[in-house]
């Protein structure tokens, strides 16, 4: 019930546009990252603590968070999304051992119980962590990969297959700064990905000091490319 408005708004939306629609949802370790510490710490440290001292309990609650997600994300494609998108904002915060289980696991989870009902639905997911050595479990649970400004998407292009849709990756900042140097950068990532699907995106939120016109102009740049 509390989430109900997020859903008709998906309806709202949807029935005015006639473009696809994105949703999205935090993945369950981003979103146990914000339960436990609330104000997020830089290094997260309170939450890794956490998960180290109490690992049944961890366990159990990234557990309920992919249970949630799943249902959230069935709930805003039955709502009229035409493609989902998982946020591990924080997932580069962990070790070796702690991603495997806490992220790339549950995104397999979340894939696999969403793809049951909805096989069709394409599915892209967002992280700061380099995941070229999860090739093979990433490409059998999603459709495109979203990429933070820290990754070189050309290097990165030669480790996926030409199957998987690539998603970035503009350092925010420069849509603040915009002008020739946001062009240039701009212009660097199309040529770059003019080989394969690409959705062109910021590699992370656009900052609220952000002029708009340098929004228009971006647009711009990507649809005149």
């Known amino acids: 019930d509390k989430v109900l408005p997020c859903y008709k708004a998906i309806k709202n939306v949807k029935s005015n546009i006639k473009k696809p629609l994105?949703?999205?949802?935090?993945?369950?370790?981003?979103?146990?990252?914000?339960?436990?510490?609330?104000?997020?710490?830089?290094?997260?440290?309170?939450?890794?603590?956490f998960s180290y001292e109490n690992p049944e309990e961890m366990d159990n609650l990234i557990s309920l968070f992919t249970n949630l997600i799943i249902d959230h994300l069935k709930n805003q494609i039955k709502a009229g999304v035409d493609v989902i998108q998982i946020f591990d904002t924080h997932a580069y915060q962990m070790d070796y051992?702690?991603?495997?289980?806490?992220?790339?696991?549950?995104?397999?989870?979340?894939?696999?119980?969403?793809?049951?009902?909805?096989?069709?639905i394409p599915i892209s997911f967002y992280t700061k962590t380099d995941l070229t050595l999860k090739k093979n479990e990433i490409e059998k649970s999603i459709n495109c990969l979203s990429f933070n400004s820290n990754i070189d998407m050309n290097i990165a292009k030669k480790y996926f297959s030409k199957d998987l849709c690539f998603q970035g990756n503009l350092d925010p900042m420069l849509l603040v700064v915009g002008g020739d140097i946001m062009k240039k950068e701009v212009l660097k990532i199309l040529t770059n990905m003019q080989d394969r699907k690409f959705i062109f995106n910021l590699g992370h939120g656009i900052l609220p000091q952000t002029p708009e016109k340098n929004v228009h102009e971006l647009i711009n740049i990507v649809r005149s490319y």
């Not at 993945?27 to 603590?49: C, N, Q």
């Not at 051992?97 to 096989?119: A, P």
Request: charged letters at 35%; hydrophobic letters at 40%.
């Open 97 to 120: 051992y702690l991603h495997e289980k806490y992220s790339i696991k549950q995104l397999e989870k979340i894939s696999k119980e969403v793809r049951k009902e909805y096989k069709e």
């Open 22 to 49: 994105i949703g999205f949802a935090a993945a369950p370790w981003t979103l146990a990252a914000y339960f436990i510490e609330g104000k997020i710490t830089k290094d997260l440290a309170i939450v890794k603590k």
